[in-house]
């Protein structure tokens, strides 16, 4: 039997993958004091979500984010390792408005340490197996979310501009392609999207659920996901997974989905 073990201890989908698929997890600071050797996989979770990273906090951030990667890479794991990275990793085009508009390729901390974690683990020949997935938003999501309140608050409970839209991953989408995978013994590397075909914004969701509101918030942060690149492979396509069929499945968020074009992850829908 083959053993594995799950990196990062989050209450989220870190807990929901080591209870569904029966393996230990730990923290990424626990890392130099496990053989890795003894294991066939790792999955990989931890990340630092934050945008903004206080000077004093800039050296936990470093070793969290790059330094756990290469006692990885440095140690003597030979096995499979899966990646879960996200949609927004890599630079993002900004556009210097005192610069005649001048637009330039930058990073957020959280861009810059999903993209450094992908092309460090994609550039060794160590791993038997390397899969890195970009995943959209995760669901379910915290009751604090703003996604949580737009689905279930009032209006005036959400700190984003309701255009905000996002690409959405439920965890059971994980979980099902983990165990597509391992049984369909695929041996290539892989990379590429997890995560819903189409987009939803916050103000649908409010619109489904027939609430009223205004424009009240259009001073606050809009959140634009990052397009996905249609030159890399979204594995959530083809019809083999249906998130109808999951106990994780939210209609609202379902129809919203589907509002427009075919979505990939709803197949029963067509």
């Not at 929901?16 to 790792?42: A, H, P, Q, V």
């Not at 085009?93 to 637009?103: A, M, P, S, Y």
């Not at 259009?218 to 959140?223: A, E, Q, R, S, V």
Request: contains cysteine; proline residues 3%; charged residues 25%.
């Amino acid at each position: 039997m083959e053993k594995s073990i799950l990196v990062g201890k989050g209450s989220g989908i870190s807990n929901y993958l080591s209870k569904s698929l029966g393996i230990e997890m730990i923290s990424s600071t626990e890392l130099e004091r496990i053989d890795l050797s003894n294991f066939d996989n790792i999955i990989y979770t931890s990340t630092d979500p934050s945008h903004f990273i206080e000077q004093n906090k800039m050296c936990k951030y470093l070793n969290k984010n790059i330094r756990s990667i290469y006692r990885i890479i440095e140690s003597k794991f030979s096995g499979r390792l899966i990646y879960l990275s996200s949609i927004e990793s890599g630079p993002i085009k900004v556009k210097r408005e005192n610069l005649n508009d001048q637009v330039e390729d930058m990073f957020t901390p959280y861009s810059f340490s999903k993209y450094s974690a992908e092309s460090l683990f994609l550039s060794q020949n160590c791993f038997k197996q390397c899969i890195v997935l970009r995943l959209g938003m995760l669901w379910p999501t915290k009751t604090n979310s703003n996604l949580f309140h737009a689905l279930e608050s009032q209006p005036e409970d959400i700190n984003l501009n309701f255009n905000s839209n996002f690409y959405l991953t439920p965890y059971s989408l994980v979980l099902r392609y983990i165990e597509k995978i391992t049984k369909e013994r695929i041996s290539n590397d892989i990379f590429g999207y997890l995560t819903s075909s189409n987009k939803f914004s916050l103000s649908s969701l409010l619109k489904i659920r027939k609430i009223n509101y205004s424009d009240i918030n259009n001073n606050k942060y809009l959140y634009l996901t990052k397009d996905i690149s249609y030159e890399i492979k979204n594995f959530s396509t083809g019809g083999w997974y249906d998130w109808e069929k999951e106990l994780d499945y939210n209609h609202i968020i379902a129809s919203s989905l589907n509002l427009n074009t075919k979505e990939e992850i709803l197949p029963s829908r067509f």
